[in-house]
């Protein structure tokens, strides 16, 4: 993939929506501007907003649907979430007492994202940028997005403060890619956020508070084991409920194409991945 995005113009909405650590919605000045991307058209709400996924980054789950409605360590988890808020110029948000939707806030706050396609959610892939455009720049132009303008992103400074984890797509240039990673890995050293307790690579799993209340692991991971916990009660037969899914990975530092059931192993308790997050590119 390139590096060139079309950016849009528009300003953020939180008021009656759920925003976390990696989505918020965004609603374009122009609204035949989503037409510009490539997939299936964004899905609008009656506001004319759309939810944008966040390029290159996942935060820990807030509310995922998986039979209950179940969350990742909490306290890191809405710090994510109150950091986009933070960055976006969001004041005096007040949420609901389940904490699931923004009740009131200083809404409609400027800003622009860098898209080309959407997911099949319907929700724009984004590099999502607080306050206006660059000079010269205007609402629908194509930009070639440098890794030097890219640190202005949210996407990166979320990046930077160790709140997400790298999660990477082939829909994103290899120098975006090793730019993110090259922050991560400051943010790693120095245990920021969910680096201080990660437990990625190896932890022992029997019940779910461990990874809804304890330890941080990356999203996608976890997003498997609760839908597998959801539909047998259990988190036995990982390696097999993998396999069904067929998700294929490119192992970056050996250029090796394999599947996500390969590089995600169950060994009695205890479940382990081949390699760091950032080593791997998911190809959808």
Known sequence: MDRNYFLITGTFQVVGASPD???????????????????????LTKSEGVQLRFEGVDALETHYRAGTTVSQPKALANEATDSVLD????????????????????????????????ERYRRPIAFVFAGPPPRRRKDGDTMELEPSHMTRSLNY??????????????????Q??????????????????????????????????TITDDVPILPKLFRRLM????NQGS?????????????????ISHCHFTHFNEICVQTGNVIS???PPEDFVFTS
């Open 235 to 251: 988190f036995k037969g990982m390696n097999e409920y993998l396999l069904t899914r067929r998700e294929t990975v490119v192992q």
């Open 176 to 209: 975006l890619r090793d730019a993110l990673t090259f922050v991560m890995k400051r943010a790693r050293k120095k245990n920021k956020g969910i680096w201080k307790t990660d437990g990625t690579q190896c932890f022992s799993l029997t019940k779910p508070e």
């Open 21 to 43: 650590g990696d989505s918020v919605r965004f609603k374009a000045d122009n609204k035949k501007n989503w037409g510009l991307l490539d997939g299936p058209p964004a899905r």
């Open 87 to 118: 960055m976006i110029g969001v004041k005096d948000a007040v949420w609901t007492p389940s904490h699931s939707k923004i009740s009131s806030a200083t809404d409609g706050t400027p800003g622009y994202i860098l898209a080309k396609m959407t």
């Open 227 to 230: 839908r597998m916990y959801a």
């Open 157 to 174: 400074r979320l990046m930077e403060q160790g709140l997400v984890y790298p999660t990477y797509y082939k829909t994103l240039h290899w």
């Open 273 to 275: 991945m081949s390699g």
